[in-house]
Nanobody, 128 residues
Framework: QVHLVESGGGSVQRGGSLRLSCAASGFTLDYYAIAWFREAPGKERERVSCISSRDDSTYYADSVKGRFTIARDNAENTVYLQMNSLKPEDSAVYYC?????????????????????WGRGTQVFVSS
């Protein structure tokens, strides 16, 4: 059974850092991609980053490029999102999702409709 569990959220001041983790079970990161999304109150859920072992690709939204770094540990079946230089507008619930069983990878055209499996989310709050 596919499960995704996020952790690592919390409250930080502007300019601070957090590292989110997404622990996956029921499938292997050797083939499937993991994407990070975030949803702020009153806003649509947006994809911020993605990583795929299958084609060694990554994706970052323009709003986080240069500040966020996604990485995977296939042995631990875990994906990490290192978030630096955090801004108040980064405050949101962060979710991870997988393209299992479709092998879409990290194409820029993917939306929330392409992902069937999601974690429950972890809250990030950045104060000014």
């Amino acid at each position: 059974q596919v499960h995704l569990v996020e952790s690592g959220g919390g409250s930080v001041q502007r300019g601070g850092s957090l590292r989110l983790s997404c622990a996956a079970s029921g499938f292997t990161l050797d083939y499937y991609a993991i994407a990070w999304f975030r949803e702020a109150p009153g806003k649509e859920r947006e994809r911020v980053s993605c990583i795929s072992s299958r084609d060694d690709s990554t994706y970052y939204a323009d709003s986080v490029k240069g500040r966020f770094t996604i990485a995977r540990d296939n042995a631990e079946n875990t994906v990490y999102l290192q978030m630096n230089s955090l801004k108040p507008e980064d405050s949101a619930v962060y979710y991870c999702a997988t393209d299992y069983p479709y092998l879409y990878g990290c194409a820029a055209t993917m939306t929330i409709r392409n992902y069937d499996y999601w974690g429950r989310g972890t809250q990030v709050f950045v104060s000014s």
